[in-house]
């Protein structure tokens, strides 16, 4: 059985949204990499496998059980929505990381979601609540064009 019918058949539930729904700044890192899924509304099981290989190459994500961790995401998702929990999330984060999330994410929106609607809003959506600068944002969405078109 895949992590998907893992999600939809157990019971993790969160019932409170607050400074202590993620555990650690890798924690909030992980969980908006998760949301990338939220925007493609056809996303697959390869999708969910790429973030926990992903975890396993980034610093901040070391010592941090992928699995048990989208489990409860999913949780927060189904009680929450993405907004408020991602704005949480995005509470814990250095603007180094900052940076680097807007990276992962834009990376696997324009991987995986076909979508050009779906795209557009997502990496706007992360822009605004991220607060990036122009520059950086413009610099690394540039290098991104470059990479996909």
Known sequence: MGLIEDLLREDNEIRV???????SEGEAFLFILYTCLNFNPTWRQSELSDIVMLSKKKNILKGIDTSVAIKRFF???????IH??????????????KAAIFICCLDFTLRFTKQLEG??????YLIQELKLDN???MLIAEIFRTKYL
């Open 17 to 23: 949204l607050n400074d202590s729904t993620f555990r």
């Open 75 to 81: 949780s927060i998702q189904s009680s929450f929505g």
């Open 84 to 97: 408020e929990p991602t704005k949480l999330a995005i509470g814990y984060l250095s603007s180094d990381s």
């Open 119 to 124: 795209r557009s809003r997502y990496i706007d």
């Open 135 to 137: 520059k950086t944002s």
